[in-house]
């Protein structure tokens, strides 16, 4: 199947992308090269294209009833033009998608998920409607959306509206925003553990945006972002992946991802009697951060071993740039996820030493 192109497309060739097939999109892993894109987002700012994500609205009586039955978040505890972030799961407990719910009304929310899944989820979304009073629409095509991400975003984004943005608080939005003459909703989230702003509007309309945004940040150090610097961004903000710190088999418990499993919700959700009992049995592994003590460059898929027995896999490794460390995720086994643990990462057949450290790579 040829990738699907985003409507910024040209815009990326126009400004020297990379372009590369990802989930089955046509977007890029880079500009001007991964190390300065990353910087950029972490000292000014950095714009990326994400009108790939997939747009899923479900509205009516019962919204509210089954989005706490789907999910395993507390989705009653946000307020209108609020955001939470929330899994949904089979019922083993392992993970379909992590997602952002935006709270339009008691009865319209807004579901933004990983653009490979966006079919998946919307059949899964379809196959357990049960008698829920509700419509779910797959708006994907209809919408695109761009993400200023960087301690500059604000003031960069300002220019280009009347709207003051400073009231648009982490996790929010403001579903009626003109941006350089067009109509968005814009939330203050992100995926690179920056202050930032998601902008969403038509297909139509995204180009004038992103070119309007181009424009007003190239004296602030604004640079067009591609996909590998979104990968180690969030990678170093600890922020997980789909099919890397969680999927089908690794549940969100065991990705570190309590916080967004409410397993004392009342309402009864898909997954929820799996993940309470692996919770009260306890975890027999799980996902910790690493640090290289040798030379070397951990990479996903690569085994970690412990006194010669393997005990697990790195799910994510870089050299990071902003650390300046060979840093990464694995799943191991819960007895050696202690904090301090020494063990070894096999990279090309040598096993390499590394240190058990906390995910929370950057101190912010």
Known sequence: MVAKKTPLYE????????????????LPVQYEGLIPEHEAVRNAAGLFDVSHMGEIVVKGKDALDYLQYLTTNDIASIDTNQVIYTLMCYPDGGVVDDFLVYKYADDKYLLVVNAANTEKDFKWMIDNKDDFNIIIENI????????????????????????????????????????AGVECMVSRTGYTGEDGFEI????????????AILEAGKDEGLKPAGLGCRDTLRFEAGMPLYGNEISEDIT????????????????DFIGKDALKKQWEEGLTRKVVGFELLERGIP?????????????????????????KKSIGNALIDINEAKIGNEIDIMIRNKPVKAKIISRKFLNK
């Open 299 to 323: 990479r996903e898929g690569y085994e970690v071993y412990k006194d010669g027995k393997k005990i697990g896999h790195v799910t994510t490794g870089y050299m990071s740039p902003t650390l």
């Open 140 to 179: 994907s095509n209809q919408i695109g959306e761009v993400a200023i991400q960087g301690p500059k975003s604000e003031k960069i984004l300002q220019k280009l509206t009347e709207k003051d943005l400073s009231k648009i608080k982490p996790f929010h939005f403001d579903k009626e925003v003109n941006i």
């Open 252 to 267: 969100p418990l065991e990705g570190g991802l309590k916080f967004a499993v409410k397993l004392d919700k009342e309402e």
């Open 200 to 211: 969403y509007t038509s297909k139509d309309d995204i180009v004038k945006v992103w070119n």
């Open 11 to 26: 815009e990326h060739v126009k400004l020297g992308g990379k372009m590369v097939d990802y989930a089955g999109w046509f």
